[in-house]
């Protein structure tokens, strides 16, 4: 981000962003280095909190759990403030390019984990295997170029933070959808070949993991829904068009497909335990080619190359 800054001039549009040179220039970079360093911050005390919840896992003391929980509460604090640091930036929110979608993405998995902690089921080892992953987002936004460039026209719509915000925050729960999933299946397998050992002692019981994998999806499919809804306003307004099959809507429809069978069938058909686990992770399967190859890797509207 530093580096995008010394790049901008007032051709480049620098003065939109409100740069008086040189007070200007100078309180931008300081700015965007403390967003910077929160973001880093805040990835240390995500890793020390995956250190806390694997002690937990391990030894299932509930000391180990809450401070596990504590720090993960104070990374999470400060990835709030690295986040309120680039929209002051950009005077948007900061998820025009790759580096901010998978920060924030990092951010909303664990406010939603937190959330569902408090609204559902206390499915206290689900940190343990939800942390690394966690770890992972943050790690692949370190690594993406964090540079800093005027929005382009296509960006400065009233739809598209409106979009962004609400798709990024369904696949938070999508995500701990799958890895509910995971949980269970793993515990299920225990269940049936009568091994209750300490893997069984340490995963929740089948009923709690089916549960939050059902809260999940009755809050992620809403946003996801909503967020197409604004992504097709905000296309129509950028571009023309409400619908062109760029390939990130077209895998975005299919994801929506499949959480919308797996809706269908959870409440309509009655579906449970496997069954709904396995469709979770095919949605989660799509999810990743979606976020990961075609935001990065694919030409289109949505590339963040295009951005770049």
Request: with cysteine; proline share 6%.
């Amino acid at each position: 981000m530093e580096r995008g800054i010394e790049e901008l001039s007032p051709a480049h549009g620098a003065s939109n962003l409100g740069l008086n040179y040189p007070l200007g220039r100078a309180k931008l970079r300081l700015e965007a280095s403390m967003g910077i360093f929160f973001f880093r911050l805040s990835f240390l005390l995500y890793g020390v909190a995956t250190v806390g919840f694997f002690i937990y896992f391990y030894t299932l003391k509930p000391e180990a759990l809450r401070g596990a929980r504590g720090v993960l509460a104070c990374g999470w604090l400060l990835h709030t403030g690295a986040l309120l640091a680039g929209l002051k930036v950009l005077k948007a929110p900061p998820v025009a390019n790759f580096y901010g979608a998978a920060s924030f993405l990092a951010w909303t998995v664990v406010g939603a984990y937190f959330f569902l902690s408090y609204r559902g089921p206390k499915v206290y080892t689900l940190g343990s295997f939800l942390s690394p992953l966690i770890l992972l987002l943050m790690i692949v936004a370190w690594r993406a170029p964090t540079a800093l460039w005027p929005l382009p026209p296509s960006l400065k719509s009233f739809w598209f933070p409106i979009h962004a915000l609400i798709s990024l925050t369904s696949y938070a729960f999508f995500l701990i959808a799958a890895v509910a999933a995971v949980m269970y299946l793993l515990q299920e397998r225990q269940v049936k070949r009568k091994r209750l050992g300490g893997l069984f002692r340490r995963l929740p019981p089948l009923e709690s993991l089916d549960r939050v994998n059902e809260k999940c999806l009755k809050y992620g499919f809403p946003l996801l829904t909503a967020g197409i809804v604004t992504g097709a306003l905000w296309a129509e307004e950028a571009w023309g068009s409400f619908w062109s099959w760029d390939p990130k809507e077209t895998w975005s429809l299919i994801l929506w497909l499949i959480y919308a069978a797996l809706l269908h069938e959870r409440f309509i058909v009655g579906w449970r335990g496997r069954r709904a686990a396995y469709m979770a992770l095919l949605g989660f399967a799509v999810w990743m080619v979606s976020f990961f190859i075609i935001n990065l890797w694919m030409p289109g509207l949505h590339s963040y190359g295009r951005w770049s």
